[in-house]
């Protein structure tokens, strides 16, 4: 009888453990990336200064991943009609996944100068959000910053 009942004690421990609800971050591939992501927030840092870049007024901007490609899209949401805060910006490409490296390739992008671009990013996610997080670097543009990007799955 004593054998079985450390044995026991031992197995509903392991059990207990493995059912626990850790709150740390986990890697990028223990999660599908599929799916649509909405941009909750979003900073560049650059020379060490940090700015806060979105969420911007009357903004929204979404990410889609399927198995191989991405695409994003903000837009204005008064759709157009206020010729000041106009806005509609797009961009999709390819991208590989290595446990939590992410690579990207900017095939398409309204902002023509940024296409044919690869850039490497560091991806954590924790329960529903997403966190991007690199080095954005264009040297013909001087273009050369962290970012740090905040996105929520979508259902």
């Known amino acids: ?7 026991f004690i031992g197995i509903i421990a392991w059990m207990a453990v493995s059912c626990a ?4 971050p986990e890697s990028a591939a223990e999660l599908p990336l599929t799916g649509t992501w909405k941009l909750a927030y ?7 200064d940090t700015t806060d870049t979105y969420p ?9 991943f399927n198995g191989s490609h991405f695409a994003f899209f903000q837009h204005d949401v008064s759709k157009g009609s206020d010729s000041s805060t106009a806005i509609f910006g797009s961009g999709a490409g ?13 095939q398409y992008c309204s902002f023509r ?6 850039f490497t ?7 529903d959000t997403l966190i991007q997080r690199g080095i954005e670097k264009i040297d013909s ?4 910053h962290e970012i740090i990007e905040a996105y929520i799955r979508l259902r």
Do not use: C
């Open 56 to 64: 911007v007024k009357g903004q929204e901007m979404i990410k889609i």
């Open 1 to 7: 009888m004593n054998i079985r009942i450390p044995a």
């Open 21 to 24: 609800d850790t709150k740390s």
């Open 141 to 144: 543009l001087n273009v050369n």
């Open 42 to 48: 979003s900073k560049m840092i650059k020379n060490g």
């Open 113 to 118: 100068s940024w296409e044919d671009k690869h």
């Open 121 to 127: 990013f560091t991806l954590t996610l924790q329960h």
């Open 94 to 106: 390819t991208y590989i996944l290595s446990g939590n490296k992410y690579e990207e390739h900017l």
